[in-house]
């Protein structure tokens, strides 16, 4: 069983929309867990101060260091890695993904405000990882997306497990053009290909979209897979 720890100033956002369908269910069937804790229960006082005025100036707050490295030391196992959200840190990818999808445990932590003391970040061997190129008012919608891309690959999470190895990504291409019933819908017919029953004729061709939509859309995708 997968066990997640996320630190949050926000702790009742969670498990919010992991708490819905197949996750709900992974949930309550203990594949995954979610342990939230509250930063600010670590402030020690009486005005649970967790932030306060970045040295040499400039606009925001930070996160104390103290405070969040208390909460760290609290509850985070030994040897269990621990990713800081924030938009300077390393792109997360499919790959990050796959590699937490098979942690026992693993810590997130949802920054504020300006950030954190960047003491705490080496002090506790926090890596730092970004879901892109732009700026979040808070790390609780970032850590959603890593949890939500992590849960998927758990084994029994998504019911047919094959479902999540044909997708974008998976091969280092992006998915081939999907369809469903109605056959013909606005006079738009699905591609006869499809409809032939020839299973490699079927791989061929979605293979051959896959690439033809990754040339164009993904040119960094695309000169990975021609290489490798
Ligand atoms: N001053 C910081 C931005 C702080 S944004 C800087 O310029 O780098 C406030 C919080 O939102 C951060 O602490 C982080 O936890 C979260 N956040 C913002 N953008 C993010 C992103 N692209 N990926 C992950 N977390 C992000």
């Known amino acids: 069983m997968l066990q997640a720890q996320l630190f949050t100033l926000y702790p009742e956002i969670f498990p919010g929309p992991l708490n819905k369908g197949l996750y709900g269910k992974a949930l309550a069937k203990n594949l995954w867990s979610l342990n939230v804790i509250n930063i600010r229960d670590s402030a020690k006082d009486k005005h649970k101060t967790v932030d306060d005025t970045p040295y040499g100036g400039g606009s925001g707050m930070l996160l104390k260091p103290d405070v969040l490295a208390n909460s760290i030391d609290n509850n985070v196992k030994k040897g269990e890695r621990i990713f800081y959200l924030s938009p300077k840190g390393k792109k997360f990818d499919q790959k990050l993904a796959q590699d937490l999808s098979k942690e026992n445990s693993f810590s997130l932590i949802c920054g504020h405000f300006e950030g954190v003391d960047e003491r705490v970040l080496s002090t506790r061997n926090i890596e730092e990882i970004s879901i892109g190129d732009y700026v979040l008012s808070g790390g609780e919608t970032a ?3 890593v949890l939500d891309s992590v849960l998927r690959l758990l084994p029994g999470v998504l019911g047919n497990d094959k479902s999540a190895s044909d997708e974008t990504f998976e091969n280092g291409l992006l ?13 738009k017919s699905v591609p006869e290909v499809l409809l032939s029953g020839d299973h490699s004729k079927i791989k061929d061709w979605r293979l051959s979209q896959s690439e033809a ?13 021609k290489k490798d």
């Open 175 to 187: 998915e081939y053009p999907q369809y469903t019933k109605p056959q013909i819908w606005e006079e």
């Open 213 to 225: 939509i990754t040339r164009v859309r993904r040119p960094d995708l695309w000169q990975k897979y």
């Open 143 to 145: 850590a959603l997306v």
